[in-house]
């Protein structure tokens, strides 16, 4: 559809990393051909096939969440959301592209993984998606394998420190996959939480009979993830490999980064949006509705959230994803029932990541550009989609959004898109919402209604992180 046709984007507030402008967004065969500031004779001359008003609205470059797992396994069961509803859920709340976690299989290859993955996505998605690779097991014949995802656009790798017997890798095979990245451009990505120590403290707490999901919290201590995240840090070093840690939660996880960011490190830390609004209050909530909110890292008691705030303003943190896992509170959450350890671990949000970021411009807490830096153009560095996702330049996809940042909305399983019976900011209010979404200049949300199609998304290569340069 997108072929030989125009679209013009007029009289919005173009937003990117870098600027502020008052322009008019030209799009040509699904890409960015132009901006010229709104009224200016070159504007004033354009036409096109279709033009969209943004009078009163922010034009934005659609969201990068690199951090999502549709139909994850997990826990005996599958994350909730498909590539097909996870992706127009994205889609809805203004996200353009993701990049999913493919997982190995412990004791089989990447590749055979890495199929799997593309064959769950392939067709389905809604908007654009890129994988990262999940390392079950680093040996002599995955180290190799990693090189030729890197080749082929998968580039980097996420590792476990929790989850043993699961995902679990020890300092060993971490610091080998580290090596290896160090040498062939992959960013390691980190889930940095001691998974042998929280083993210990789960069994101690369930023989006390603290089986509610509350003690889920509890047990995996902020001192835990500060841990990990410090010998993940001088596991780096040692290697020579940047790394990225992920769902970063705890204060004290973010001193460890500033510390090596302060030395000058390149080590880069994501937080997410449920670590900014929601706390263990929700864990505690009584019945088993704290079920809803157990996820790993954990959520943490209120006092964590002015560090990760700081951190997003100061910098060292650099990128805030959904880490989107959702399942269903009924028949998925419920397996943990009497044991807060079987509660498959993970949160819907792939639908309110750009709104509760934009929530939090309007309380003050980061300005419009790091809005677009956080969410949009640094994930996109950092994975190495850039330019070609999250920003608004010319000879980029025309992955666009036009935000009323003045209309309020609240979020409610009533009225969401992802498949998931709950949701994990059931009646909060916030102020603006996603109008309308361009895809490679296909309009996929317009005005509220999704207009896209399942396999409009195309799988995005790679190149290695952009960040470092
Ligand atoms: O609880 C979470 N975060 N579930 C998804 C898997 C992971 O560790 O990211
Ligand atoms: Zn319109
Ligand atoms: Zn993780
Ligand atoms: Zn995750």
């Avoid at 008003?53 to 005996?76: Q, S």
């Avoid at 500060?226 to 040692?238: D, F, P």
């Avoid at 805030?320 to 509170?329: I, L, M, R």
């Avoid at 509660?343 to 934009?358: A, T, Y």
């Amino acid at each position: 559809m997108s072929t030989r046709t125009r679209t013009l984007i007029r009289g919005g507030l173009v937003l990117t990393a870098a600027d502020e402008l008052h322009a008019d967004v030209l799009i040509e065969d699904g890409r960015v051909a132009a901006l010229a500031a709104h009224g200016s004779d070159t504007a004033a001359g354009w036409t096109a096939d279709r033009v969209l008003d943004a009078t009163d609205r922010y034009v934005i470059p659609g969201g990068v969440d690199v951090h999502t797992h549709m139909e994850l396994p997990f826990g005996g069961t599958f994350a909730s959301d498909t590539f097909a509803t996870g992706t127009r859920a994205a889609a809805w709340g203004g996200t353009t592209t993701i990049v999913d976690f493919a997982v190995q299989s412990a004791g089989r290859p990447l590749r055979e993984g890495l199929d799997t993955w593309y064959a769950k996505a392939d067709g389905n998605c809604a908007i654009d998606y890129a994988f990262h690779m999940i390392l079950s097991d680093v040996n002599e014949h995955t180290l190799k394998e990693m090189d030729l995802l890197v080749e082929e656009g998968v580039t980097s790798f996420k590792l476990f420190m929790a989850y043993p017997g699961v995902f679990y890798s020890d300092d060993g095979r971490i610091l080998r996959a580290m090596q290896r990245s160090a040498d062939n451009g992959g960013l390691i990505m980190m889930h940095a939480e001691n998974g042998i120590a929280i083993d210990v403290l789960v069994e101690q707490a369930l023989a006390r009979g603290e089986t509610d999901p509350r003690y889920h919290g509890e047990v995996r201590k902020a001192l835990l993830e500060a841990e990990a995240t410090h010998r993940a840090i001088q596991l780096s070093r040692v290697a020579g490999s940047p790394l990225y840690v992920v769902h970063v939660s705890a204060q004290e996880a973010v001193a460890e980064l500033a510390a090596a960011r302060d030395k000058g490190l390149p080590v880069f830390g994501e937080t997410c949006p449920q670590y900014l609004f929601l706390s263990t209050d929700n864990l505690a909530e009584p019945g088993f509705e704290g079920a809803k909110y157990v996820c790993s890292t954990p959520l943490r008691p209120k006092e964590h959230q002015a560090a990760l705030w700081r951190g997003l303003r100061t910098n060292d943190l650099q990128v805030v994803s959904t880490d989107h896992c959702p399942f269903c509170f009924k028949g998925q959450k419920d397996l943990g029932l009497g044991d807060f350890s079987k509660i498959p671990n993970g949160l819907p949000g792939v639908e309110h990541r750009m709104d509760l970021l934009h929530q939090a411009v309007v309380d003050g807490h980061i300005s419009r550009r790091r809005w677009i830096e956080i969410a949009c153009a640094t994930p996109a560095r950092m994975f190495g989609l850039y330019p070609q996702k999250g920003t608004i330049a010319p000879g980029a996809d025309a992955d666009i959004v036009l935000y009323d940042p003045h209309t309020t909305q609240t979020l409610s399983a009533a009225s969401h898109h992802m498949h998931v019976d709950y949701s994990a900011y059931e009646g909060r209010t916030v102020t603006g919402r996603v109008e309308t979404v361009l895809s490679r200049g296909d309009v996929v949300i317009d005005h509220g209604e999704f207009t896209g199609r399942a396999g409009h998304g195309a799988f995005i290569p790679r190149s290695t992180c952009q960040y470092l340069n």
